[in-house]
């Protein structure tokens, strides 16, 4: 039998930094309800999650870094919208802010989760932000926990 890793779904002693951008935070702001509702309901206790604002989804990846960096966090999730028809640099910002996250992930050792909607207009945002497509606030808080515990359990292994 091979030995198997996984994380467990338990977040009541690990301890989250959540980066929300401030740009399209009509979306934004519920992938942080999301987020923060899935911490609590996976056990994480109040006190053991910090949220920190950035003006927009590229300054996600340095305010990332910074936090991961501490030591103060088993997993940082990067919240953010970036939306095709308000932006003729989408792609640029698109594709940077996904660069920057996996890198500081990879950099740091610290599991960095990509909650960040990338989606053509305003109303498939909003979809995924809670409304008909999930919340990916909550998905990135759900990778966040599992990713904790894996990469704790594989530090002890
Ligand atoms: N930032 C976003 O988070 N979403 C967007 O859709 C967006 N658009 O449309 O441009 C956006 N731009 C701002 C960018 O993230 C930076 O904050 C800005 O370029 C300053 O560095």
Redesign the pocket.
Known sequence: MPRVHEGKLDASNRRFAVIV?R??SLVTGKLLDGALDCLRRHGCPEDHVEVAWV?????LPLAASKLATTGRFDAVLCL????RS??P??DF?ANE?ARGIARVSLDSGVPVTFGVVTTDDVEQAISRAGLRSGNRGWDAAMNAIEMADLIAGLKQA
């Open positions: 951008a740009f399209n003006p927009g989804s590229f300054e953010g919208a970036i939306i308000e932006t640099h989408f910002v802010t």
